[in-house]
């Protein structure tokens, strides 16, 4: 068997960011399902997370499956799952307005939490924004009563734009920043990375310490900053948002990956 790159020596668990890493949209990146077996044939725990919170943590383990990487509903970690294991904890008897789309919806209920509807969004303790792509001035409105009634703001995420097929779309930034703009307010916390909730999150499921733990991803501001805050190894893939031109802007910063691969399937070879 050959060894893997010296990027992973010392490494005994990898958090694995999906989109941009393992697949663009619906197209996975070529060696990505090669290079998970591998991963696995080594000893090494994996899971696989994302900021996207609009897909239940269940639909993303199903589009890996199919995409021949096997993984269960326990190996995938979604901002959308950490904002609902955060409420739980902190506020289980909290009253939810939610901007955001039926995954996000889906994980908080899972979580036993309670959510209420547009016409009572003055009663919600937290507004919760996630990516929505079915924002419209309504459901706004509602964040806003709910806002100005004193509700805490959590942010999934703040990442402006996703790639696609038909280019670059608007992204979680986009129902924040609706928010923001009408209601004056920045959220009280964001969950999804860069922060170290769903870092931290991955390494307490891991059972891993930074220091053993490696982290794959496509962005420098999102990946490589939250692997950087929380002590881990980075590796950056060329296979998503970012190219060659990133990398050489931040070079020499602190900013600076780890480690710099075409994809996934070269961190093997
Ligand atoms: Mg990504």
Not at 156 to 159: I, P
Not at 238 to 242: D, T
Not at 252 to 257: D, E, N, S
């Given at each position: 068997m050959r060894k893997p790159s010296a990027a992973l020596d010392g490494i005994s668990a990898i958090l694995l960011d999906m989109d941009g890493v393992l697949y663009n949209g619906d197209r996975p990146v070529k060696g990505a399902a090669r290079a998970v077996e591998r991963f696995r044939d080594e000893g090494k725990k994996l899971i696989f997370f994302t900021n996207n919170s609009a897909y239940t943590r269940r639909e993303h383990a199903k589009k890996l499956t199919q995409m021949g990487i096997s993984a269960r509903e326990h190996n995938i970690v979604t901002s959308g799952y950490v904002t609902a294991v955060y409420l739980r904890k902190r506020s289980p008897h909290a009253k939810i307005y939610v901007v955001g789309e039926k995954g996000l919806k889906s994980e908080l209920r899972r979580a036993g939490l309670k959510l209420v509807s547009r016409k009572d969004a003055e009663k919600a303790t937290h507004v919760v924004a996630g990516l929505d792509r079915e924002l419209d001035y309504s459901k706004i409105a509602g964040g806003l009563r709910a806002l100005s009634a004193g509700a805490e703001f959590i942010a999934?995420?703040?990442?402006a734009a996703y790639p696609s097929d038909a280019g670059l779309l608007p992204g979680a930034g986009a129902t924040v920043g609706a928010l923001v703009g009408c209601a004056g307010r920045k959220p009280d916390l964001v969950t999804g990375k860069p922060s170290p909730h769903i870092i931290n999150m991955g390494l307490t499921l891991l059972n891993t310490k930074p220091s053993k733990t490696a982290i794959v991803g496509d962005r420098i501001d999102t990946d490589v900053e939250a692997g950087k805050k929380s002590g881990l190894r980075t590796i950056l893939v060329?296979?998503?948002?970012?190219t060659e031109k990133d990398v050489k802007k931040i070079g020499?910063?602190?900013?600076?990956?780890d480690f710099v691969f075409g994809s996934i399937g070269e961190v093997i070879n």
């Open positions: 999934t995420n703040m990442d060329l296979s998503g948002v970012c020499g910063t602190g900013m600076a990956p």
